[in-house]
């Protein structure tokens, strides 16, 4: 798998079949990435759970913190999380332990590390790093492209019926559009100044 | 075509744009609309605090403008964009972002002379305050960066000159100062020159000229390359800092690599108020769809009236990049091979006064103050466009007094050949 571009299939195939999603990491401050993820996620149809030892007897948009993934009590799909690259391996060590298996290990904006996903790889699990999640379904909803946003897709095919009003969904034909590679260069070298 | 990779010309016409889901509409429609339903109270919420994506009010985005600014990024490589009603409220609007009062920029002396004035008195009276260098010396930009440096501004073909910009040599010195490069690219258009490839961090344009193309609508356009790093040593708060406007977000924390283009529509757009006409974004995005057939056109004419220019006993001397013998054909043949554009420069032997008479006998050239239009214009910038300029500031501008501006539009370049001859016989 190379982690430094993924194909939409591969990342519209994640978000079409996971249905429970663990956010470790995630914050109830309503202008944390995470909380804006962790919500947006919610309302398109997610079962999300915030993942968070600080926050244990709170809950964010209702849905009440668990201090660990072992806490869960049930089966999750994929696993988002919300930490620096620096806090990615024992949570992914965590991961492994758990049975069923998560299908999807998810590493948000900013976090990367290979060695960690190439563990979760030889045990079976996709892997995303350095990708939102509401960025990736906004952008191959088309739904980003209301703020501008390059959505690097095209489609002829009549745009889904927004559901909930103004929500589009990732039932969307589409194919490769205008490409970003100085923003992909850019986040490579910062991750790797190498 | 490969999945990932279409090529310009499909993305002039595809990017950002698909058949309407209610109506099946296949052209984008005009939503000349003000303001937008929301579906509940805590949908308005979300969408206020930047917590979900859609529209709420035209000051702030509409679904026209939208995919024009999905195109116009597409086009130029970068994350995102943000459409305004002028390339200079798209000025106003980028280093709102970046300058406090009190902060510099560094820019290109050889710049259209709107820019020249805004930079020089409006923004001015912001304490944004300019520092010029020569576009033909990279090594004067780096002697003009101050600690209070915030931001070097060039264009990638200067008007009125022509002259081609070394791009590469500039963002050398802005990512050795640590500061972004703003590249005005009205002249090239993507089409010719993508300066995000050659270390651009921002492009902008003036839409008015060749992306729209038909002289018929105003318009600017800031696109966010995704390159420049806002929160790596505090010097842009309006990125990296807790935004009062938003309850304390981040915006580069939370938007990642199009974070300058939310800062420009949440922070600059919201609260400065040059919103863009979805209409004339819609006459804007009908343009674009033939740029690159129309700048084929412009180039081949304006490379065949150069060259019958220089040959021409009255005129002095022609000042088009596309010329092999001209000063920038290098640094052309470098950076816009597929043709220098359709803006230059000439001058008449007789000066002034053969300048002022050549404007005022043609018949097909129109006299007025654009340039990227599908008509042949022509304008005497010493005059008009540069006029509030001094003699010396003229010169160094490119537009001294017996300079005649040209913008070379897609007529049959043999009329356009018959009408400058007659008019300089």
């Known amino acids: 798998m190379n982690h430094d571009a993924y194909d939409d299939t591969y990342i519209r195939s994640i978000l079409n079949s996971v249905k429970t999603i663990a956010m470790v990491g995630a914050s109830p401050v309503n202008v944390r990435p995470s909380y804006f993820a962790f919500k947006y996620l919610a309302e398109r149809g997610y079962d999300m759970i915030p993942v968070n030892p600080g926050h244990v007897g709170k809950s964010l948009v209702g849905k009440p913190f668990v201090a660990s993934l072992k806490d869960i009590g049930r089966p999750i799909d994929m696993i988002d999380i919300f930490r620096n690259s620096s806090h990615i ?85 589409s194919v490769g559009g205008g490409s970003t590679l100085a923003a992909d260069r850019a986040a490579k070298d910062k991750l790797d100044p190498a | 075509m490969t999945d990932n990779s279409p090529g310009f010309a499909t993305l002039a016409i595809h990017a950002g744009a698909q058949p309407d889901p209610t ?56 994350t995102a964009a943000l459409a305004v009603a002028s390339g200079h409220a798209a000025q106003v609007v980028v280093l709102q972002q970046l300058l406090k009062p009190g902060d510099e920029f560094v820019a290109a002396r050889k710049l259209y002379g709107g820019s020249i004035n805004q930079f020089t008195h409006a923004f001015k009276s912001f304490g944004w305050n300019v520092a010029w260098a020569d576009p033909d010396e990279p ?89 420049f790093d806002w929160s790596k040593d505090g010097k842009y708060p309006m990125l990296s800092e807790p935004r009062p406007e938003y309850h304390g977000i981040k915006l580069q924390e939370t938007f990642g690599n199009f974070a300058f283009a939310i800062a420009c529509r949440v922070l600059g ?26 700048m084929q056109k412009h180039c081949e004419n304006s490379k065949a009236i150069a060259e019958w220019l220089s040959t021409h006993p009255a005129v002095a001397a022609v000042n088009y990049a596309g010329l092999a013998n001209n000063k920038y054909n290098q640094l052309a043949r470098k ?53 509030q300029l001094d003699d010396a500031a003229k010169t160094k501008a490119g537009a001294g007094p017996d300079i005649v501006r040209l913008s070379i539009g897609i007529e049959d370049k043999e009329d356009l050949i018959a009408d400058l001859d007659q008019a300089m016989s």
């Open chain 2, 139 to 227: 090594e004067t930009f780096e002697r003009a960066v101050t600690p209070r440096t915030k931001a070097i501004f060039i264009e990638s073909i200067a008007n009125p000159s022509g002259s081609i910009t070394d791009i590469e040599a500039v963002a050398a010195v802005a990512r050795k100062a640590g500061v972004p490069l703003i590249v005005d690219n009205t002249l090239a258009s993507p089409y010719l020159i993508r300066p995000i490839e050659h270390g651009a961090d921002i492009v902008v344009h003036s839409l008015t000229k060749f992306l729209a193309g038909h002289g018929n609508s105003l318009g600017g356009i800031i696109v966010d390359a995704g390159t």
């Open chain 1, 89 to 173: 391996m024992p949570v992914v060590d965590e991961a492994l332990t758990l049975s069923p298996l998560p299908k999807v290990i998810w590493m948000q904006l900013g976090a990367r590390d290979d060695a960690a996903a190439a563990k979760a790889e030889a045990a079976g699990l996709k892997v995303v790093m350095n990708r939102c999640p509401k960025i990736e379904y906004g952008r191959l909803s088309s739904e980003i492209s209301w703020m501008g946003v390059n959505s690097r897709t095209l489609s002829s095919k009549r745009a889904p019926m927004p559901t909930h009003g103004q929500r589009l969904s990732l039932n969307r034909m």
């Open chain 2, 335 to 387: 950076y816009a091979p597929k043709g220098a554009g359709a803006v230059f420069t000439f001058s008449l032997k007789g000066g002034y006064d053969a300048g002022v008479n050549l404007v005022s006998k043609l018949k097909l050239f129109s006299h007025l103050a654009n340039v990227g239009d599908t008509r042949s214009l022509v304008i005497h910038p010493a005059s008009t466009t540069h006029s």
């Open chain 2, 269 to 294: 757009l919201r609260d400065l108020g040059p919103a863009l006409s979805p209409f004339n974004a819609f006459m804007i995005l009908t343009g674009i769809e033939t740029l690159p057939l129309r």
């Open chain 2, 23 to 78: 109506t099946g509409a296949r052209t984008t429609p005009i939503y000349q609309t003000t303001s937008f339903v929301f579906n509940d109270a805590d949908h308005a919420a979300s969408l206020f605090g930047l917590q979900a994506f859609g529209n709420i009010y035209t000051r702030i985005g509409n679904p026209t403008n939208a995919v024009l600014e999905e195109r116009v990024a597409a086009l130029e490589g970068g």
